[in-house]
């Protein structure tokens, strides 16, 4: 009995030995760690607006200039009734990795003291021109080869059929305060895929 005895608290030390071990395995295998490093390239989203970096928060009225030609009764570089002229929104999004859409609304500004200035049409890329409806869309894909646009807009003094203003208001508005305002609202919306 006492030999079984030896025997039985030996296989018992060798059991406890056996699993001790096994336990001490499986825990390892799940304590292992290792560390990585991803690495992802992010997107750039540079667009210049008339060479104005638009992810500046500053105003960019004083990037357009409109151009006023003049003729025989309207000095170059001056408004007045029946003139007529353009100003230029030049888009670069050559340093942009995204496709985006653009949205260009355009309106009389609420300090304007000329009323009759009226958006007459517009181009793209000195196309044909295209009647203005509230707004200017379109897109740039990330894949373009040219990512570069110019839309010309042009306005003029209406002093005909549906102007508001009358000769004695057409008169009081000139002079070193007189404004012709529009304002430019461009909006720049990634394209979800």
């Known amino acids: 009995m006492r030999y079984n005895r030896k025997i039985i608290l030996l296989m018992l030390c060798v059991s406890i030995l056996l699993c001790i071990l096994t336990m001490q395995e499986t825990y390892a295998k799940y304590s292992t760690s290792n560390n990585a490093t991803s690495n992802m390239s992010i997107a750039r989203w540079r667009i210049l607006v008339n060479n104005f970096d ?3 928060d500053l105003s960019a009225s004083t990037v357009i200039q409109p151009v006023f030609s003049g003729n025989n009764n309207i000095s170059d570089g001056y408004i007045a009734p029946t003139a007529n002229g353009y100003f230029d929104i030049l888009i670069d999004a050559t340093e942009t990795d995204v496709s985006f859409n653009y949205q260009i609304s355009l309106n009389q500004n609420s300090d304007n003291e000329v009323i009759d200035l009226a958006i007459t049409g517009y181009s793209i890329n000195n196309g044909a021109t295209q009647t203005y409806n509230n707004n200017i869309t379109g897109s740039i894909n990330k894949n373009d080869v ?20 009358n000769n004695q208001d057409d008169t009081n508005t000139t ?16 394209q979800s895929n």
């Open 175 to 190: 002079g070193e305060n007189a404004t012709a305002k529009l304002d430019v609202n461009l909006n720049f919306i990634q």
């Open 146 to 165: 040219n990512k570069t646009m110019q839309i010309r807009v042009f306005v003029t003094w209406n002093d005909g059929e549906g102007s508001v203003m």
């Open 54 to 56: 638009i992810r500046n």
